[in-house]
C-alpha cells in the first residue's frame, strides 16, 4: 500500500467532494462517488485516507454463528485491529442495510488505533453512539440486527465494489457532508494539487456572485478581466 504523502493529505482535506468529482470527470471517471452513503454526523471533519477494504458476502447460516467471534483470525475482527493508522476503513456490504456491517465498539476501536475512518454501503448499528464520536463515518441507514444475520466477513484489503463505486486497496477516500468518492491512488496527487487550485478560483467566483456579480464570463472565466480580479484577489488573501 503506497502512503499518502502529508503535503497531498492537508491539500484533500481543503476540498470538497463536488470539486473531485470534476476533477475525475475530465480524466473519464464518472463512477467514483460511493452511492447512498451519508455522514452518521453533520459535525463530523472532513474524511481522507487510504483505503483498507473488507468484503462481505451472503452469509451462509451453518457457516456464520454467532461463536465465530471466537475466531481471531475472524476477517471483521481482523481489518479492524489491522486497518492502518490514517487509512479509512472501507466495507463492501452488497448495499445491503437489513444488518449492521459493524457497531460502535469496533467503530470506537478504529478511531482509537488512529484510523481516518470508515465506510460501509450497508448500515452501522449504535448509529447514534457513533455519530457522538466526532469519527468520521458513513453509512446507508441506521441497522440493529448483528452482521452475522445477512453478512458474512470473508476478505480483507482485496477490490471491492461500494455503492457502486470500485474501490482497490490504497485507493484515495475523501468524505465529506455531500458523501463519499475514490480517487484511484495513481491519481492522488496530481487530484490534490488541481483542486486545491480549483478550490481557491470557487471561492473567489463565490464572493463575486454574493455581491451580485453575474456568472457569465465569471464561472467559467471566458473573460480575460475574471483572471486579472482572481489574481487581485488570492493576492489579498494570501492564497
Known sequence: MSKLSDT???????????????????????????????????????????????????????????????????P??????????????????????????????????????????VVTDGG????AEIARLGFPAYHQRPSAPTNLTLHQAIEINCPIGCGDAPVFPGDVILGDADGVIVI??????EIA?????????????ASEVHKGRSIVGLYPATDEQTLKDFAIWRKAQGR
Open 8 to 74: 497531498t493529505r492537508n491539500k484533500l482535506k481543503t476540498v470538497s467532494t463536488a470539486t473531485v468529482a470534476t476533477a475525475l470527470y475530465k480524466r473519464g471517471l464518472r463512477i467514483q462517488c460511493i452511492q447512498d452513503v451519508h455522514p452518521l454526523s453533520p459535525d463530523q471533519p472532513t474524511m481522507v485516507g487510504e483505503a483498507f477494504t473488507l468484503r462481505y458476502m451472503p452469509a451462509r447460516e451453518d457457516l456464520n454463528k454467532l461463536d465465530v467471534f471466537r475466531d481471531r483470525s475472524h
Open 124 to 127: 452501522f448499528r449504535d448509529s
Open 76 to 117: 471483521q475482527r481482523k481489518a479492524i485491529e489491522e486497518c492502518p493508522a490514517g487509512c479509512v476503513l472501507v466495507m463492501d456490504s452488497r448495499k445491503n442495510a437489513r444488518a449492521a456491517s459493524a457497531g460502535a465498539i469496533l467503530v470506537t476501536r478504529l478511531m482509537k488505533r488512529g484510523c481516518a475512518g
Open 193 to 205: 494539487d488541481e483542486t486545491f487550485e480549483m478550490t481557491a478560483f470557487e471561492d473567489f467566483v
Open 184 to 189: 484511484p491512488a495513481h491519481l492522488a496527487d
